[in-house]
Nanobody, 123 residues
Framework: QVQLVESGGGVVQTGGSLRLSCAAS????????MGWYRQAPGKQRALVAR???????YYLDSVKGRFTISRDNAKNTVYLQMNTLTPDDTAVYYC?????????????????WGQGTQVTVSS
C-alpha cells in the first residue's frame, strides 16, 4: 500500500558529493519522522540522519557538518545531501518513513523502508 523509492546512489571519489532522494507513495494519511540508515558489509544497519514532521533533525556524530537531511512534505520526499564523502561512508543507504494510514479501525502508524541504494566512495 505504501512504497518508498530511493534514487541518487553511485560511485564518487573521496571528497565528492552525492544527493539521495526517497519518495513515498500510496495510501498515505500523513508521515511523521523520515530518516536515512546505512549498512556497510559486516556491520549492522545504523541511523545516519532523521527529520521529524516539524523539521527537527538528528545526525550521527560522524556525519555532522557533512550531511544534511531535508524533506518536502508536499511531495512526501526526504533528501540526504552528502558532502566531503570518505571511504568510511561506503554502504547501502536505506530511507525510512513512519507513515500513518487510514484503516477501518482508525489511524495506524508503520515504518516503511526503501529498497536501498549503494553509495561507494573510492580513495
Amino acid at each position: 500500500q505504501v512504497q518508498l523509492v530511493e534514487s541518487g546512489g553511485g560511485v564518487v571519489q573521496t571528497g565528492g558529493s552525492l544527493r539521495l532522494s526517497c519518495a513515498a507513495s500510496g495510501s498515505i494519511f500523513s508521515i511523521n519522522a523520515m530518516g536515512w540508515y546505512r549498512q556497510a558489509p559486516g556491520k549492522q544497519r545504523a541511523l545516519v540522519a532523521r527529520i521529524s514532521s516539524g523539521g527537527s533533525t538528528y545526525y550521527l556524530d560522524s556525519v555532522k557538518g557533512r550531511f544534511t537531511i531535508s524533506r518536502d512534505n508536499a511531495k512526501n520526499t526526504v533528501y540526504l545531501q552528502m558532502n566531503t564523502l570518505t571511504p568510511d561512508d561506503t554502504a547501502v543507504y536505506y530511507c525510512s518513513a513512519d507513515v500513518l494510514t487510514a484503516q477501518a479501525m482508525g489511524i495506524n502508524e508503520y515504518r516503511y523502508w526503501g529498497q536501498g541504494t549503494q553509495v561507494t566512495v573510492s580513495s
